[in-house]
Nanobody, 119 residues
Framework: QVQLVESGGGLVQPGGSLRLSCAAS????????MGWYRQAPGKQRELVAA???????NYADSVKGRFTISRDNAKNTVYLQMNSLKPEDTAVYRC?????????????WGQGTQVTVSS
């Protein structure tokens, strides 16, 4: 079992910055991936950014150059630094963890944190 605790969401003006954190605890697999997804009202959930235990990263085209995902393996925590925020970034951001256990992949989701970009 893996537990995910998210923090860092809030209200910010366009052009501002926020940093989201997701701390994982429990049975962390050596081979794993953590990432951030978001879903805005009326839109489908989309991958924002993800990073693997091998430090491979993946970003949505809409956030490339503005967002940076990183992880602290000692703390089992993933961060999403969000700069130059736009109103269209407004959404509920959820942390996802997936791990390899005896050849099977298990996934866990955080509860989500609201990010609102507005004047």
């Amino acid at each position: 079992q893996v537990q995910l605790v998210e923090s860092g969401g809030g209200l910010v003006q366009p052009g501002g910055s926020l940093r989201l954190s997701c701390a994982a605890s429990g049975s962390i697999a050596s081979i794993n991936a953590m990432g951030w997804y978001r879903q805005a009202p009326g839109k489908q959930r989309e991958l924002v950014a993800a990073v693997t235990s091998g430090d491979s990263t993946n970003y949505a085209d809409s956030v490339k150059g503005r967002f940076t995902i990183s992880r602290d393996n000692a703390k089992n925590t993933v961060y999403l630094q969000m700069n130059s925020l736009k109103p269209e970034d407004t959404a509920v951001y959820r942390c996802r963890y997936s791990g390899n256990y005896y050849g099977f992949v298990r996934e866990y989701w955080g509860q989500g944190t609201q990010v609102t970009v507005s004047s």
